[in-house]
């Protein structure tokens, strides 16, 4: 059934093609952002200060339940089928959590995704629920729990510090996105 303001059928949930087409791009940047980010500086999670950013900016230009969820699946599917990631058939999971974790903050702390305070804690967040799911899918995989624990705290610190990061960048850059007429009138549906 076509909106009756804007004429334009919507897909999944209350989806658009734009907002779709924004999903899919947006999944296939991420995989690129964690591709130039492979230098090796030893410090872990630093590559989350680019996909948590556009994650950020993908949940505030399309402002709709659900992006979340459909934006970590698309993107774990890509990594999953291009490659990337060294988790095997679980590689999936890291981002589908990901992006649930980016649902459920946005729904559940109050104002506006432009907030910088807001950002970080989104940001750190859902970085810190990658992490979760990198871990829970090393002990599915069978990795001794030793190996696993070794270092977590080091790596957790790091994870909430560049997904915080991230989300203050994704803030800033929705910020500019917003201001951009073609962009706000989309994200608010006109």
Same mark, same amino acid.
């Given at each position: 059934m076509p909106s009756e303001m804007t004429g334009r059928q919507p897909y999944v949930w209350s989806l658009t093609l734009r907002d779709l087409l924004l999903i899919a791009l947006i999944a296939a940047l991420c995989m690129l952002a964690k591709q130039v980010l492979r230098m090796p500086i030893h410090v872990p999670g630093h590559s989350g200060v680019l996909w948590v950013a556009l994650f950020v900016v993908c949940r505030g230009l399309v402002d709709k339940r659900g992006v979340g969820p459909l934006l970590g699946l698309v993107a774990g599917l890509l990594a999953q089928f291009a490659g990337f990631g060294h988790q095997g058939p679980l590689e +999936? #999971?890291? +981002?589908l959590t990901a992006g649930v974790i980016l649902e459920l903050l946005v729904l559940s702390i109050p104002g506006d995704l432009r907030a910088w305070g807001k950002a970080a804690v989104v940001g750190a967040g859902l970085h810190l629920g990658k *992490? @979760? @799911? *990198? #871990?829970?899918a090393g002990l599915? *995989? %069978?990795v001794p729990v030793a190996l696993l624990l070794l270092g977590l705290g080091w790596s957790a610190t790091t994870h909430a510090l560049f997904g915080a990061l991230g989300g203050v960048l994704g803030a800033l850059a929705? %910020?500019?996105l917003r201001r951009v007429p073609f962009l706000d009138a989309q994200a608010r549906g006109g």
């Open positions: +999936w #999971t890291k +981002w *992490l @979760a @799911a *990198l #871990t829970f599915v *995989l %069978r929705l %910020r500019e």
